[in-house]
């Protein structure tokens, strides 16, 4: 899975740093004195680092709970997001990290005591608690076997039952959250594409059908469970391939007790899509025609917009209005 650890000084005798290094007792561990010697350096390349890339072990300063960028989740009371995480073990070639990341290592940050106390205190002084969000710059359960995301911050979240957390993933980690008591205000979102897509773009990333059948276990074990489905690539055929998945996926799940459903088009800003359009000049994702506005780049949809229409007037027929939203 990894190439190396490298290991920031200040945190090479914490014990979460010395369990993860004595679960990979073969690899070389090269010690650092910030992550950012390695993974903000120069003359990388992030397409040929992905092929064999770095664990990093780090601790995180600063502030450690941020607002979610215009969009993200649910509207209504606040939106913050943590990241223990930097980075993705998969290889999503749609994937916005790619352009806002010089490296493909992974970043793990174990001072998962002070993301604690940031939350608890951020949590306290919200009004209504509000929302909190991991996994936007990471897949929040891809490391779950050696990070022991779930095991940690669960517990936080089982004190403030008005703080909802949303654990956004394509992972099928899950036992975790199996062996553990159901909370009714951490919901698990998968993010599904259609069956092309995912084949096509979707590389080191569990299968749809993987994915259902983890979200089926952890909705017959009392979990909220949510479906994102995005991104959505526009292609000659994409409503005939949602309307299948959509069928296939809703068969499987009892559709009332979904917490939630979202449709999200492919984007991403500016400057990310175009360090991604150098890294892939051979990828015709990044060569199809696009709409530029307000620094964001989204694929041009030459319905004129009514395929999200109708899709959201597929996804009408399995759930009901309050279980959706577009994300923006």
């Known amino acids: 899975m990894f ?3 490298y290991v920031e000084k200040e945190i090479k005798e914490h014990p979460r740093t010395l369990e993860i290094l004595g679960r990979f007792p073969s690899l070389p561990v090269i010690e650092c004195d910030r992550y950012g010697e390695v993974f903000n350096r120069n003359a990388q390349n992030f397409r040929i680092q992905k092929q064999l890339p770095a664990l990093i072990l780090a601790r995180k300063y600063g502030n450690l709970v941020l607002p979610t960028p215009e969009g993200y989740g649910f509207e209504g009371q606040g939106s913050y997001y943590f990241s223990h995480m930097m980075n993705c073990i998969y290889d999503c070639r749609y994937c916005f990290l790619q352009g806002m990341y010089r490296s493909s290592n992974t970043v793990l940050f174990v001072n998962y005591e002070d993301f604690y106390s940031d939350l608890e ?63 009714e205000n951490v919901i698990v979102a998968m993010s599904f594409a259609s069956e092309a897509a995912t084949v096509r773009w979707e590389h080191k990333v569990p299968s749809l059908k993987k994915r259902l059948e ?39 799940l009892n559709a009332e007790k979904i ?3 979202s449709l999200g088009e492919f984007r991403m800003p500016t400057e990310f899509y175009k360090n991604i359009s150098k890294l892939y000049p051979d990828e015709a994702l990044y060569a199809q025609a696009i709409n530029v506005q307000d620094g964001e780049v989204s694929l041009k949809d030459n319905s004129g917009g009514a395929t999200i229409e109708k899709l959201e007037t597929m996804l009408s027929d399995f759930i009901s209005p309050a279980q959706y939203y577009r994300c923006a």
């Open 214 to 252: 983890a979200l089926v276990k952890l909705q017959n074990n009392g979990w909220p469970i949510a479906l994102r489905f995005e991104p959505i690539i526009f292609t000659d055929t994409v409503l005939e391939e949602y309307e299948s998945l959509f069928k296939w996926v809703f068969s499987s």
């Open 121 to 183: 205190r951020h949590i306290r002084n919200t009004d209504n608690a509000g929302n909190y969000y991991s996994g936007y710059d990471c897949d929040s359960l891809a490391l779950e076997p050696i990070s022991h995301f779930c095991q940690f911050f669960l517990p936080l979240f089982g004190k403030y039952p008005n703080a909802m957390l949303e654990i956004r993933t394509k992972s099928t980690q899950v036992r975790g959250l199996l062996e553990a008591q159901a909370l």
């Open 259 to 261: 917490h939630s459903v």
């Open 3 to 5: 190439s190396a650890i």
